[in-house]
Every structure is written in C-alpha cells, then in structure tokens.
C-alpha cells in the first residue's frame, strides 16, 4: 500500500504558467521531500521540508520553486514560471518513524 | 568524480539466473543504502534498506555493503520475468533526527534489468 499519493498524474502546460503539484501522506508523516527525474537521467533531490520549514533544498530549487503545506494534510510543489526543461517526473516521497523514503507514484510534468 | 556511479546496463539474463547489480560512491559519509525498484514512468519502490557495512537478506534478494571499498550490491536469486525493471541505488548521511527525518538520497543512474521467460 502506498504511502503517499500524488496528483495530477500528468500534467501539461505552456512555457512560462504556474502549475501546482500535489502529494497527499496517506499515514501521519513528519518529512516530505519532492525529486525530480528527467527522462533518462537520475532521480534528483529538490528540496526537504519538516514542520512548515524547508529542512534542506538543492541547487536546482531556485526561486521559481516554493513548498508550501496549505492544509496541514497535502503538501505541495509550486512552480512559478515553467521553462521547458522543467518536463520531468516529480516525485514526492515520505518518511515517519522510519527513516526510509517512501515515494509516491509522481506526476510527469511536460511543458511545451 | 560522480558521487554514486551505477552502470546503466541494459543487463538481460534468463529466467532462473542469479543477477548482481552494483554502485560505487566516493561519499565517505553515506551511512544509509537503499536499493530501489522502479517501472517505467513510476516511482522509486523501496525494495531493501541497510545501515553502514554488512549483509542483508529479504527472500530472493540480498543487499551487500562494503564501506572500505565504498561498493554496494544487490543480489536477486532465482529471478523472474517479473524482476524485469530498472534497479536504483541510493544512498544517504546522517539522520537528521530522531523524528524520522532522513538526509537526501542521491541516486545512481539506475540499471535495466530484462529477465527472459
């Protein structure tokens, strides 16, 4: 069973647009990270948030990206103005009490 | 040099083989080593997750860690055309804390595997 979920599973949108994506914990978590993943290439970290703070954030989180936790339940990956090589897959991944990283299924990101 | 290499494959075998996948690092301080499984356009799925040098075993897979020589390997027994995925390493520090907070994974590339019926 997952332990997180994310939406929109694929999401399309014109050079310069905002988009929002969305992860969903189905269990109580404590950390949530977002990656990214162009196709072909690595699994990159973006950034690390605990408790409405980001923890840590990599060179690529630059200031078109910003986590926010809106609800107390969904965490979310806001891009501000996308620029084509922001098509990737984006994945949200959780830990608990565990230190593991559970991610989540993603949302391919294109952008055209 | 890259922080964790991995070599891409593709890697083939027939069904029953035994199949080694390995990652080399330079990071001295990893500490936490995951292998992950992942299927074409969706995420990681954590298969095994060890701690520092050692051994460990979960059915038909086997993870190797080898701090001194900075070498990680897992080990699939007796694989299926269903094991047919690419294979991630990845690799973290310290714990941030003892919330369950863990430091970034970095990930090698990722080997596709293919086991044939």
């Known amino acids: 069973e997952p332990e997180v979920t994310q939406t929109p599973s694929h999401q399309v949108t014109q050079m310069g647009q905002e988009v929002i994506l969305r992860c969903v914990p189905i269990s109580n978590h404590l950390y949530f990270y977002w990656y990214r993943q162009i196709l072909g290439q690595k699994v990159e970290f973006l950034v690390s948030?605990?408790?409405?703070?980001?923890?840590?954030k990599s060179e690529i989180f630059d200031d078109q990206f910003s986590v926010e936790r809106p609800d107390g339940s969904n965490f979310t990956l806001k891009i501000r103005s996308t620029k084509l090589e922001d098509s990737a897959m984006y994945f949200c991944a959780v830990t608990g009490y565990s230190y593991e990283q559970y991610f989540g299924p993603g949302t391919r990101l294109t952008v055209t | 040099q890259k922080e964790v290499e991995q070599d891409p494959g593709p890697l083939s075998v027939p069904e029953g083989a035994i199949v080694s996948l390995n990652c080399t690092y330079s990071n001295s301080a990893f500490q936490y080593f995951m292998w992950y499984r992942q299927y074409s356009r969706k995420g990681p799925e954590l298969l095994m997750y060890t701690y520092s040098s050692g051994n460990k075993e979960d059915g038909r897979f086997t993870a190797q860690v080898d701090k001194s020589s900075k070498y990680i390997s897992l080990f699939i027994r007796d694989s299926q055309p269903s094991d047919s995925a690419t294979y991630l390493c990845a690799m973290s520090g310290d714990l941030i804390d003892s919330q369950g907070g863990s430091e970034k994974l970095v990930f090698g590339k990722g080997t596709k595997l293919t086991v044939n019926p």
């Open positions: 948030f605990y408790n409405n703070e980001i923890s840590e």
